[in-house]
Protein backbone atom coordinates (compact mmCIF):
# COMPACT_ATOMS: atom_id res chain seq x y z
CA UNK A 1 0.00 0.00 0.00
CA UNK A 2 1.37 3.19 -0.56
CA UNK A 3 0.94 5.33 2.39
CA UNK A 4 2.36 9.50 3.35
CA UNK A 5 2.44 10.13 6.69
CA UNK A 6 3.31 13.85 7.37
CA UNK A 7 4.48 15.01 10.75
CA UNK A 8 6.30 17.84 12.20
CA UNK A 9 4.20 20.74 12.71
CA UNK A 10 3.35 22.58 15.50
CA UNK A 11 3.12 26.46 17.17
CA UNK A 12 6.11 28.85 16.70
CA UNK A 13 6.34 32.42 17.21
CA UNK A 14 6.68 34.52 13.86
CA UNK A 15 10.40 34.93 12.72
CA UNK A 16 10.49 30.62 13.78
CA UNK A 17 11.40 27.69 12.18
CA UNK A 18 10.01 24.30 11.34
CA UNK A 19 10.99 21.22 9.52
CA UNK A 20 7.85 19.28 8.16
CA UNK A 21 8.34 15.46 7.17
CA UNK A 22 6.99 13.10 4.47
CA UNK A 23 7.54 9.70 5.06
CA UNK A 24 6.77 7.71 2.20
CA UNK A 25 6.18 3.93 1.75
CA UNK A 26 4.86 1.42 -0.80
CA UNK A 27 6.67 3.71 -3.61
CA UNK A 28 9.99 4.61 -4.68
CA UNK A 29 10.90 8.33 -5.58
CA UNK A 30 12.40 6.91 -8.91
CA UNK A 31 8.53 6.92 -10.08
CA UNK A 32 6.98 9.07 -8.05
CA UNK A 33 7.49 13.13 -7.32
CA UNK A 34 6.16 14.97 -4.50
CA UNK A 35 4.36 17.75 -3.58
CA UNK A 36 3.91 20.31 -0.49
CA UNK A 37 0.42 22.34 -0.19
CA UNK A 38 -1.13 24.00 2.57
CA UNK A 39 -4.41 24.92 3.51
CA UNK A 40 -5.50 27.87 5.76
CA UNK A 41 -8.80 28.01 7.74
CA UNK A 42 -11.83 29.10 4.95
CA UNK A 43 -9.10 28.92 2.12
CA UNK A 44 -8.53 26.39 -0.65
CA UNK A 45 -5.16 24.31 -1.12
CA UNK A 46 -2.02 25.80 -2.63
CA UNK A 47 1.17 24.26 -3.99
CA UNK A 48 4.00 25.07 -1.52
CA UNK A 49 6.38 23.11 -3.22
CA UNK A 50 7.70 20.30 -5.20
CA UNK A 51 11.02 17.56 -5.67
CA UNK A 52 11.27 15.69 -9.04
CA UNK A 53 13.91 13.03 -7.80
CA UNK A 54 13.97 11.95 -11.95
CA UNK A 55 14.66 15.58 -13.47
CA UNK A 56 16.43 16.42 -10.90
CA UNK A 57 14.23 19.75 -9.79
CA UNK A 58 12.63 21.39 -7.04
CA UNK A 59 10.13 24.32 -7.10
CA UNK A 60 8.40 27.10 -4.56
CA UNK A 61 5.43 29.21 -4.41
CA UNK A 62 6.62 33.10 -4.77
CA UNK A 63 5.64 33.12 -1.04
CA UNK A 64 7.77 31.06 0.36
CA UNK A 65 11.02 31.58 -1.87
CA UNK A 66 13.70 32.27 -0.42
CA UNK A 67 12.20 30.44 3.70
CA UNK A 68 11.78 27.41 2.30
CA UNK A 69 13.58 24.70 1.27
CA UNK A 70 12.82 21.03 0.49
CA UNK A 71 14.93 17.83 0.45
CA UNK A 72 14.87 14.16 0.26
CA UNK A 73 16.08 11.41 2.40
CA UNK A 74 16.12 8.61 -0.19
CA UNK A 75 17.55 6.09 2.37
CA UNK A 76 14.61 7.08 5.07
CA UNK A 77 12.16 7.17 1.63
CA UNK A 78 11.41 10.93 3.53
CA UNK A 79 11.09 14.12 2.27
CA UNK A 80 11.66 17.24 4.32
CA UNK A 81 10.22 20.71 4.28
CA UNK A 82 12.95 23.01 6.31
CA UNK A 83 10.59 26.28 7.26
CA UNK A 84 12.42 29.41 8.22
CA UNK A 85 11.50 33.15 9.31
CA UNK A 86 7.54 31.83 9.58
CA UNK A 87 5.18 34.53 9.68
CA UNK A 88 1.25 34.70 10.58
CA UNK A 89 0.12 33.74 6.95
CA UNK A 90 2.01 30.73 6.96
CA UNK A 91 -0.60 29.24 9.44
CA UNK A 92 -2.51 26.04 7.85
CA UNK A 93 -2.64 22.32 7.95
CA UNK A 94 0.25 21.18 5.26
CA UNK A 95 0.62 18.08 3.26
CA UNK A 96 2.47 16.22 1.15
CA UNK A 97 1.20 14.09 -1.92
CA UNK A 98 2.61 11.62 -4.50
CA UNK A 99 2.38 11.64 -8.03
CA UNK A 100 3.56 9.77 -10.95
CA UNK A 101 6.34 11.21 -11.98
CA UNK A 102 5.19 11.21 -15.70
CA UNK A 103 1.68 12.99 -15.18
CA UNK A 104 2.65 15.99 -13.98
CA UNK A 105 3.13 19.33 -16.29
CA UNK A 106 2.41 22.10 -13.22
CA UNK A 107 3.78 20.93 -10.01
CA UNK A 108 0.50 22.91 -7.73
CA UNK A 109 -2.15 21.57 -9.88
CA UNK A 110 -3.65 19.13 -7.48
CA UNK A 111 -5.49 17.10 -9.81
CA UNK A 112 -2.59 14.49 -11.16
CA UNK A 113 -1.73 13.92 -7.45
CA UNK A 114 -2.67 10.49 -6.65
CA UNK A 115 -1.77 9.79 -3.11
CA UNK A 116 -2.21 12.48 -0.22
CA UNK A 117 -1.27 12.04 3.49
CA UNK A 118 -3.10 13.50 6.82
CA UNK A 119 -1.47 16.61 7.14
CA UNK A 120 -0.08 18.05 9.91
CA UNK A 121 -1.34 21.47 11.43
CA UNK A 122 1.45 24.57 11.83
CA UNK A 123 0.28 27.37 13.36
CA UNK A 124 2.44 30.88 12.98
CA UNK A 125 1.42 33.05 15.80
CA UNK A 126 2.58 36.65 15.65
Known amino acids: DVQLQASGGGLVQAGGSLRLSCAAS????????IGWFRQAPGQGREGVSFISKTEGRTEYAESVKGRFTISSDDAKNTIYLQMNSLKPEDTAIYYCAAVFTDDIDNWDDLDPYDYWGQGTLVTVSS
Open 26 to 33: GFSFDDYD
